[in-house]
């Protein structure tokens, strides 16, 4: 199957730590990709990781991937209010097209 | 660098109106093109991709079509719009042959179907 399935919302205080979560079903993906979309704007690709690595870090981004569970995450430290937006997680396999399936999207919403 | 562009930004249409969105990439060539749908408050539906010029591939039964008239300029055209046509229309491109894969976006048109 072909399900990336993301909890809808979450809410942090800033200056916290938001940890976003996504779940996935097909095993042959190589790539997992962190996408985040402003209001009105197109996606910001943030940062991805290949399916043979558990941990990639890039500045205040931490993605964690278990691959047994099939689990990605994106932890942001120190989260800000220009962070509020809506974060997507999207799977890629090497087939010919490089088709993504993404997933359904979280707003993170950071109070001040 | 690379740009990729979008237009128009957005779009108020009558229902049975013809459509067409034009997005075109700059600074790279030969790049995989893409067309997403994103309904409100949800996420985004593949609707179109294409590997190269005249090359389309339809993700999904609709009244939409897609061209590719020339390498790096990608259309979406319908010739009759309904209600559910809209949402907020993205284009993306990726590099041929990368193993990374990554997917740029451009900056979306937002269509509204009256």
């Known amino acids: 199957g072909e399900d990336v399935e993301q909890s809808l919302f979450l809410s942090v205080r800033e200056g916290d730590s938001s940890v976003i979560n996504c779940t996935y079903t097909?095993?042959?993906?190589?790539?997992l990709y962190w996408y985040k979309q402003e209001p009105g704007a197109g996606l910001q690709l943030l940062t991805y990781i290949f399916s043979n690595m558990d941990m990639k870090q890039d500045q205040r981004l931490t993605v964690l991937l278990n691959k047994k569970d099939k689990h990605l995450s994106l932890r942001i430290a120190d989260t800000q209010t220009g962070d509020s937006a809506i974060y997507f997680c999207a799977e890629s396999k090497r087939t010919g097209t490089y088709k993504y399936i993404f997933g359904t999207g979280t707003r993170l919403k950071v109070l001040a | 660098s690379q740009t990729i562009h979008q237009w128009p930004a957005t779009l108020v249409q009558p229902v049975g109106s013809p459509l067409s969105l034009e997005c075109t990439v700059e600074g790279t060539s030969n790049p995989n093109l893409y067309w997403y749908r994103q309904a409100a408050g949800r996420g985004l539906q593949l609707l179109f991709y294409s590997v190269g010029i005249g090359q389309i591939s339809s993700e999904v039964p609709q009244n939409l079509s897609a061209s590719r008239p020339q390498d790096r300029q990608f259309i979406l055209s319908s010739k009759k719009l309904l209600l559910s046509d809209s949402g907020f229309y993205l284009c993306a491109w990726s590099k041929q042959g990368a193993r990374t894969n990554e997917q740029y976006f451009g900056p979306g048109t937002r269509l509204t179907v009256t």
């Open positions: 097909d095993s042959s993906s190589t790539y």
